[in-house]
């Protein structure tokens, strides 16, 4: 019998105390709109403001909390979503260490219909293949140590078309400069094909960080002194190695990797390592990475880090199917940037949570209130992508509930200087 009164109770106050950890360093009527947010979205589970304010279940009229939920987000500075940030990262810090698999990776956001958003341009829509109005998004995300639950430490939402764009490259530069100012040379950068370009490998050369990059058929490597193609170098061997994996349909995949030493054209001394994958196509998955090892199986060890790498397509999926973020009603990109933010920071709560599953109660209990996935067991769920379930179990304890989040913030004292007339 789950106890719907207590576990609001705590959910309540586990975004109370995400957010004033999340809004320290801000003034006070910011923190108090990034709280309002949080709990708004996920008692609605929903990005529209109209949603978000009849969920909050203030006692002043929607018109007004709507008005002043977008005069908020619209007026965040740089500094302001910066700071949020950079504390979203200390939290996340917490998970992370020298064996951290990072995911970089770029997203869109497709509005078909819009025609009066800030700098609108044009982006591939990722689901249909078809070239539609909106805004491109680049994030990086930690995989927990425990779960493997992707945990965001890093989002933009950009344009073409705004001022003081320069490149698609520079957007990624810019974040992984993030994420070396904030984490150093710990963990695995892993990127798929579409980020197979020198600027990066130079980029992870230069400060000597690890990473694991998808290359194209169309890259050429130095192989026993000579330049060739990277796909007729993969040719040349068979497999020494085997590895199985399981599809989304459960059936077994048999794989074999090799492992062939090769360098850049345009670095010929700067060892790296080319992983062959046979097995997932026609064509070998190839995949170039500076890590190094006597140990022969370094092979297998690399494809299974990379193929971790394919979690933040979830979590994509979950940021716009749970709260339907490509439904925003807010024009301004400042405005749609805040509101993307808010969505990572709420699905970091909701990632932290999903780590904490196997020794906190309190997560069993909204994973059993979710709609959608029952309690199962937690032997079988350790490596499940549980956000989805924790999310709905908060959405369904908030929304069995008659008042919002407002009882939590602390009354204002009595300071005015009117004199008081006591009638009896």
């Known amino acids: 019998m789950i106890n719907y009164t207590k576990l609001s109770y705590l959910v309540k106050r586990e975004i109370l105390n995400f957010s004033e950890r999340i809004c320290k360093g ?26 978000i304010g009849r969920a909050l279940k203030e006692g002043i009229s929607l018109k007004k909390t ?27 810090g917490k998970y992370i260490n020298e064996k951290t698999i990072y995911t970089i990776d770029g997203s869109d956001v497709t509005k078909p219909s819009s025609n009066a958003l800030e ?49 698609e490259d520079e957007e990624v530069l810019h974040g ?14 892993t990127m798929d094909r579409g980020y197979d370009a020198l600027v990066y490998y130079e980029y992870f050369l230069k400060k000597q960080e690890k990473f694991i990059i998808r290359a194209t058929k169309n890259r050429n490597v130095c192989y026993n002194g000579e330049t060739r193609n990277i796909l007729e170098v993969a040719k040349l061997f068979k497999g020494k190695y085997r590895i199985d994996f399981k599809d989304k349909k459960g059936r077994t995949i048999e794989c074999k990797t090799s492992i062939i030493p090769v360098s850049l054209p345009k670095h010929p001394k700067q060892m790296l390592n080319l992983v062959v994958v046979f097995g997932f196509g026609n064509d070998p998955m190839l995949l170039l990475t500076n890590l190094m090892s006597d140990d022969p199986r370094l092979s297998n060890t690399v494809t299974k880090v990379y193929l971790m790498r394919w979690r933040i397509e979830e ?24 509101l993307h933010r808010i969505l990572t920071l709420l699905s970091s709560l909701i990632g932290i949570l999903s780590e904490k599953r196997c020794d906190s109660m309190f997560v069993w209990e909204l994973i059993e209130a979710s709609k959608r996935i029952y309690r199962p067991k937690k032997d079988k769920a350790k490596r499940k992508f549980l956000n989805y379930a924790i999310a709905d179990g908060i959405f369904v304890v908030l ?26």
Not at 139 to 167: H, N
Not at 325 to 338: A, C, D, K, T
Not at 410 to 422: A, E, H, K, M, R
């Open 176 to 189: 992984l400069r993030y994420l070396s100012e904030k984490f150093g040379r710990q963990g695995i950068r």
């Open 119 to 167: 700098c609108l341009d044009l982006v591939r829509d990722g689901s249909t293949g078809k070239i539609e109005k909106g805004y491109f998004t680049v994030e990086i995300a930690a995989l927990t140590q425990e779960s493997k639950t992707p945990v965001s430490v890093y989002d933009r939402v950009y344009s073409a078309k705004e001022e003081g764009f320069i490149s």
């Open 315 to 338: 979590y994509f999926r979950f940021k716009k199917q749970q709260y339907g973020f490509e439904g925003f009603r807010v024009r301004s990109l400042n405005s749609i940037r805040m």
């Open 399 to 424: 929304r069995k509930t008659l008042v919002g989040i407002s009882g939590f913030f602390p009354c204002p004292l009595n300071n005015s200087l009117q004199i008081s007339l006591f009638i009896p």
């Open 26 to 51: 801000l003034k006070k009527p910011e923190s108090k709109l990034i709280c309002n947010m949080l709990y708004g979205v996920s008692e609605s589970g929903s990005c529209h403001l109209s949603q």
């Open 66 to 92: 709507i008005e002043r939920l977008s005069r908020g987000l619209s007026d965040f500075s740089e500094y302001e979503q910066r700071k949020l940030l950079d504390n979203n990262a200390q939290i996340v």
